[in-house]
């Protein structure tokens, strides 16, 4: 049988808190937000490589009551003002505003993968050829399940979580570097 034709472009899978803004813990204010270094310019090498940009954020701080959808839209917009500051856009933006503990389970909390699922019916992609990118272990193993390429950021938690890193993730410094390695193979 002939190998499986690629159809629909890869998209570059990105969690948002710790990975493309600083981390501050359950973030609900727009004034707190802060790009890290370097990751607009990372975005657009990206985008410009042919991947789709796709923010995958879970926000158990809105199951956990601690502020609301409306609060996380606020910050969200601000982001994607920070970034459309650099010339970034967005392809798509998927959050899951579950937590176990206090909603019961979901499909779409990471790394469940519903939230790629649904961007990939959305968004035309092709998830076998996408990177999953955080600074979490749970950002990255849906690529194990969908054929991509994982990459756990040391920056925001990702310095706690390198040593849990499964061997098939790449752990890198930062989602500059991200986009450094994936230019650099392609």
């Known amino acids: ?40 310019e990372a975005l657009l090498a ?23 959808e409306a609060d996380f839209h606020a910050v969200q917009k601000r982001v994607e003002e920070c970034f459309a500051e650099a ?10 505003p579950h937590h176990p503990e206090v909603t019961g389970p979901c499909e779409c909390r990471k790394p469940g993968l519903g939230m790629y ?22 950002d990255v193993l849906p690529a194990r ?5 994982g990459f756990l950021v040391r920056t925001g938690y990702g310095e ?9 993730v790449v752990v890198v410094d930062d989602v500059a570097e991200v986009a450094r390695v994936v230019i650099r193979r392609s």
């Open 1 to 40: 049988m002939p190998p499986r034709k690629a159809t629909g472009r890869p998209a570059a899978f990105l969690d948002r808190d710790g990975t493309l803004i600083a981390e501050k813990e359950y973030l609900a204010d727009p004034a707190g937000v802060e790009p890290i270094p370097g990751a607009a």
């Open 46 to 68: 990206l985008a410009g490589a042919g991947y789709r940009l796709v923010i995958v954020t879970n926000q158990s701080g809105i199951a956990r009551g601690y502020y609301g």
């Open 87 to 96: 010339g970034v856009r967005f392809d798509g933006v998927y959050y899951c």
């Open 117 to 138: 699922r649904r961007a990939a019916r959305e968004l035309g992609l092709d998830l076998a050829r996408s990177i999953y990118v955080g600074d979490r272990v749970s």
């Open 145 to 149: 399940d969908l054929g991509g390429l």
């Open 160 to 168: 706690l979580h390198a040593a849990q890193a499964p061997p098939d």
